[in-house]
């Protein structure tokens, strides 16, 4: 079997909020992953560069603080400019403050360039079935 | 050589020569002929220089140490390339104005079969190539460099300033016609970090040695000491030293030059931009502190149209009373004649320079965040600046520069574009800006004294300025 | 890196030298005048002082909230402390902005005009070093409970002190090892010890006078279902390392984590191991004069009013059970918003109801499974605190931030990159805490089987094996009310909360 992805992980921005990344951090770990962890507060440029640094396969991002859409923006762009087009880009989170459907933070940053869009309760089991599925997909083409 | 100087502008449609005694800081004489850049330049610089000669009793001891800038036979056309628009080309085209350049072209993301055409076509005197960050994407602007490989390389000069990584690879696609290719560094080496210095470098230094040559303007040094940069980059000079002063000799602090003219209108602020009031997050592309943004849509000559359609988008032209006037001013190159041509023209001018500021100024916007609302903020915020210059013909010759100049203020109608509150207004009615920006590369003390001496402070009329609180 | 940190009593020089420095930071370090603030103390009355207050307050037999404050705007912050004094409670936090605990002064100032000019708060607390002496010394002049003022971060946070203390504020969080392991992201251990060890001394220098200003310690905390004993003896480290430069009243603190009996028995061990470790390091005349307990760090789903009611009684149930002086609680609807004035009132009176009919009872619980959680905690307190110890060569400070670089000091996911939060907690079959991985802490054999046979009787009982699914079930179970996580009905565990 081929060697498991990297994965940088990390909640983005002015938001500390990090015991959901770093429990999935651990959990893609026991499932053999390498995992990079950034941590809380961690700049959109930061994830960017580790994963340059790291040849990572995919970016997990978290941000509980309803700022995403400020923090990410351009997001898919810096990384197709830093030559991480093909890198699989995960959020998943609380995307918007006060009341929203977690269907139009979707579709939102879908748009933005985001492979997979998460509400902050999902199952882990379901985004590492996802993450699986996604890097496979992205060898065999 | 005593204390006189001659400085020299070579512009598309005038050569202008200005003496100054760079002692006292005094205009001595100034002179302006029909550019004869299309047959040969120094015919309307020997004329342009007789007429000094005679005012200012100069002669070929004075000449032979004449600086000059030029904006002749098209000014400096770049075409910039990069791959994301909002990233490497934004950050190319970018460098290239701080460069004093005309954009004449600019493509993003891999370039087709047509749009290589295209740039053919244009025939730029340099093409910009930028793309990824140093370590970045490679791909998109090996193949670019790959597709301008095709071109008459004789013909247009390069400059590469992207991801270097790509650079061995770029140098085997150029080995030929390797001599009009440069490699400087990338325009933006990381994401969120610019690095235009030495792509401004490289660029003006091909203009010097290369460009004007092929355009003739090269042989004014016959007659003058050098032709040292392109004209915007003269004004930017003059900005900068205006704004931050020399040694004991102090600047007004940060300012803003509003330069309107009949092919384009040009805004250039030296400033920081940061945030005039606390917790206002910044985001965008880091700014540069001498910002040089080119309306190439707002000409007072070439964009009647365009300026005519803004004036009448925001109410200020309610009837056709003024069509004929219009007519009378829609070739280049006419100054006003009559009183009805004189308000159309500075109607004209006041719209460019609304429209041109609106697009140079950073804006605010609001967002809703976990603490509340938040603001947020991109591009430059130039409420706070104090000083505003007015130049270009327009504005100088205008019977009423404080009604042109008054269209850069901040408005409460919109709030959000954070354009300067309550600045001075000065008239570079002596047309001294590019003289103090050449004069600034050898005798910066004697530019600024220039500068504080020539610019004639413009006190709005009160009836002008709008509400502020 | 050289570990530079000592736990040694500044020489007067040092700290005299960086006073000026600090004082220098904003204008309105000039207005302190320490001789004056000495005298103005030693003229205020015993409420306002907040060691006097918890020493009452454990005299009577009593337990108060400690509620949540800080507003920028001077006025409102007055009216605020007036309306919690007369909903009853005689000890008031003054807690500050963000920007003036990072040292962004100006950026502060901006923030309180920009408050002041609409009428409402735009800052997240109370600029004390932006409103300066005069402004908080009015803070004090019309409050009449004692108030403590909150320091954490760094950066901000000594200059902070200095206008507290010398506005006639009688006590301070000051907790290295809280900013360490909670808000910190880089810092090192020994770096936030540094920090604060100033405003240790500077309580010193008070207490020099003849004026006590307590220290509030949190500990380094877990954010997740996890044994007290790291966080205890953290806050004791933190006890000796002000004791050392001066302090002379220290105010524990412990987090519940929503098992009776554990957290009963922390809080009990951490009172009395308080104490023996200040004796033992010669530190016999600082004193300790109550206990906070704080709610359990996990809360329920803020729009659900009656679960916050629950949530509310259980910690005012526990805080009096553990006869704690002091408990921190959440008004029932904070979480969803800025609490109205009728929120803190009415969960005020509930949690006074609880208090004054369990304090009454003088109930002092003697049941098993307690007396069993405080010896297997004080086993494994004593045994981190000999490992410190041992690593610093006798001294807690250099022992502290070696028990970090070796994992011997740990704890599960935190936010701090140079904790190696290799350990993790899950509950049992009762909803204690237990440890799932213990890391590299040097829990002793004898506990160590106690957790393991704790864990192996969940696991038989639910059939499934603890990993880091039922770590995960467990963090949620107890927002939706429940203790523990439960095996999920389909069969097929489903971890969830990868991005909460």
């Known amino acids: ?141 | 050589m005593g204390n006189v100087r001659l400085l020299i502008d070579f512009g598309s449609t005038f050569t202008k020569v200005v003496a100054v005694d760079s002692g006292k800081g005094e205009v001595l004489a100034r002179s302006q002929v029909p550019s004869t850049v299309e047959e040969d330049i120094t015919i309307g610089l020997k004329q342009a220089l007789e007429k000094i000669d005679a005012a200012a009793h100069t002669g070929p001891e004075e000449e032979k140490e004449a600086l000059a800038c030029s904006s002749a036979a098209g000014g400096l056309r770049v075409v910039s390339i990069g791959f994301v628009p909002e990233l490497t080309v934004e950050a190319a085209t970018r460098a290239a104005l701080g460069a004093g350049a005309r954009i004449v072209g600019c493509y993003s993301y891999e370039l087709t079969s047509r749009e290589l055409t295209e740039i053919g076509e244009i025939s730029p005197d340099i093409i910009l190539l930028a793309g990824g960050t140093d370590g970045g994407d490679k791909r998109v602007i090996t193949h670019n460099a790959r597709m301008l490989s095709r071109l008459d390389l004789r013909r247009v000069y390069i400059v590469v300033a992207g991801n270097k990584t790509a650079y061995d690879g770029i140098r085997e696609i150029f080995n030929t016609g390797i001599k009009n290719v440069r490699f400087t560094k990338n325009v933006m080496p990381e994401i969120g970090r610019l690095e235009t210095e030495h792509c401004n470098r490289e660029i003006r230094d091909i203009f010097i040695r290369n460009i004007i040559e092929a355009k003739g303007i090269a042989r004014a040094r016959a007659i003058v000491k050098d032709i040292i940069m392109p004209t915007p980059s003269a004004v930017l000079a003059a900005a900068q030293l205006l704004a931050e002063g020399y040694r004991d000799e102090e600047g007004l602090g940060e300012v803003i030059v509003v330069d309107v003219g009949g092919a384009t209108t040009d805004v250039h602020s030296v400033a920081a931009g940061r945030p005039a009031h606390g917790d206002v997050i910044v985001t965008g592309l880091p700014e540069p502190y001498v910002k040089r943004t080119v309306e190439g849509d707002l000409g007072v000559r070439h964009n009647i149209t365009t300026l005519v359609e803004q004036l009448k988008l925001r109410g200020r032209l309610p009837d056709n009373s003024y069509a004929e006037a219009i007519e009378g001013l829609s070739a280049v190159g006419r100054l006003p004649q009559n009183a009805a041509q004189y308000s159309v023209d500075t109607m004209l001018a006041t719209v460019a320079v609304e429209v041109a500021m609106e697009r140079h100024a950073g804006r605010v916007e609001i967002v809703y965040g976990p603490m509340g609302e938040m603001a947020v903020q991109r591009g430059k915020d130039l409420t706070e600046v104090r000083h505003v210059v007015g130049t270009g013909g327009p504005i100088v010759f205008s019977r009423d520069p404080g009604a042109i100049l008054d269209a850069v203020l901040f408005r409460e109608t919109s709030p959000h574009i954070l354009r300067p509150r309550a600045p001075r207004f000065y008239v570079d009615t002596e047309y001294i800006l590019y003289a103090a920006g050449l004069l600034a590369q050898t005798e910066p003390k004697a530019a600024l004294a220039l500068m504080k001496g020539h610019l004639t402070r413009y006190k709005p009329a009160p009836r002008h300025v709008p509400a502020v609180t | 890196m050289e570990i530079t940190v000592r736990n040694k009593k500044w020489e007067e020089d040092r700290f005299l030298n960086e006073r000026k420095d600090v004082l220098s930071r904003w204008p309105t370090g000039k207005e302190v005048d320490f001789e004056e603030a000495v005298e103005y103390h030693k003229g205020l009355p015993d409420y306002k002082n907040f060691t006097r207050v918890m020493q009452k307050l454990h005299r009577e037999g009593r337990t108060v909230i400690f509620p949540r404050g800080g507003t920028p705007i001077l006025e409102q912050e007055i009216e605020l402390n007036k309306a919690l004094f007369e909903a009853g409670l005689p000890v008031i936090p003054l807690t500050p902005d963000s920007y003036c605990r990072l040292g962004q002064y100006a950026k502060a100032q901006q923030g309180l005009e920009a408050s002041i000019k609409a009428g409402q708060p735009k800052l997240n607390g109370y600029p004390t070093v932006i409103h300066g002496v005069p402004n908080t010394r009015k803070v004090v002049e019309n409050t009449e409970a004692a108030l403590n003022q909150r320091l954490t971060n760094i950066g901000g946070i000594r200059l902070m002190a200095e206008i507290a203390f010398a506005s006639g504020i009688t006590a301070a969080l000051v907790d290295p090892l809280l900013t360490f392991g909670w808000y910190e992201k880089k810092t090192t251990a020994a770096e936030s010890i540094e920090e604060y060890q100033y405003i240790q001394r500077l309580i010193g220098y008070y207490a020099e006078r003849g004026v006590t200003i307590a220290n509030d310690t949190d500990g380094i905390n877990a954010n997740l279902q996890f044994p007290m004993s790291v966080d205890i003896a953290s806050v004791i480290i933190v006890g000796m390392l002000g004791a050392e430069q001066g302090v002379k009243s220290v105010i524990p603190r412990i987090s519940m984590f929503g098992h009776l009996a554990q957290d009963i028995a922390w809080a009990r061990v951490l009172r009395k191991l308080m104490r023996e470790y200040l004796d033992k390091f010669g530190y016999g005349d600082v004193i300790v004069p109550g206990l906070a307990l704080d709610q359990v760090p996990l809360f329920p789903h803020p729009q659900d009013t009656g679960m916050s009611f629950g949530f509310l009684g259980y910690s005012a149930t526990v805080a009096a059970l553990a006869q704690g002086e002091i408990v921190y609680v959440r008004t029932i609807d904070e979480a969803a918003g800025i609490p109205s004035k009728e929120a803190h009132a009415v969960s005020y009176r509930a949690a006074r109801f609880i208090f004054d009919v369990i304090r009454a009872q003088k109930i002092d619980l003697d049941i098993a499974s307690i007396k069993t959680e405080e010896r297997i905690t004080e086993l494994e307190v004593r045994a981190i605190m000999d490992r410190v110890l041992d690593l610093g060569d006798g001294d807690v400070a250099v022992g502290f931030e070696k028990g970090v670089q070796t994992g011997a000091i740990d704890c599960p996911l935190s936010s701090n990159v140079n904790l190696k939060s290799k350990v993790l907690g899950i509950r049992d079959n009762q909803g204690a805490c237990r440890y799932l991985d213990f890391g590299n802490l040097p829990i002793p054999e004898e506990a160590r089987e106690f957790h393991r046979e704790k864990v192996a009787e969940r696991e038989q009982a639910e059939g499934r094996k603890m990993d880091l699914n039922a770590v995960i079930q467990d963090f949620w179970a107890f927002s939706k009310g429940k203790i523990k996580g439960e095996p999920a009905s389909r069969g097929y565990n489903r971890p969830r909360g990868g991005f909460s």
Do not use: W
């Open chain 1, 1 to 141: 079997m081929a060697e498991k992805a990297t994965i940088v992980t990390g909640t983005v921005g002015q938001d500390s909020h990090v015991i959901g990344i770093k429990l999935l951090s651990r959990y893609l770990m026991e499932q053999g992953y390498k995992v990079i962890e950034l941590g809380g507060l961690t700049p959109a440029e930061e994830f960017i560069k580790v994963a340059q640094e790291t040849a990572a396969a995919a970016i997990l991002i978290s941000s509980l603080y309803g700022m995403a859409e400020l923090d990410l923006a351009g997001f898919k762009e810096k990384c197709t400019e830093s030559g991480l087009g093909d890198v699989l880009l995960y959020l998943g989170g609380n995307l918007a403050v006060g009341r929203h459907r977690f269907e139009d933070d979707e579709r939102k940053f879908k748009g933005m360039g985001f492979d997979r869009v998460y509400p902050p309760e999902v199952d882990m089991a379901i985004v590492v079935s996802d993450l699986k599925n996604d890097l496979k997909a992205k060898r065999q083409a």
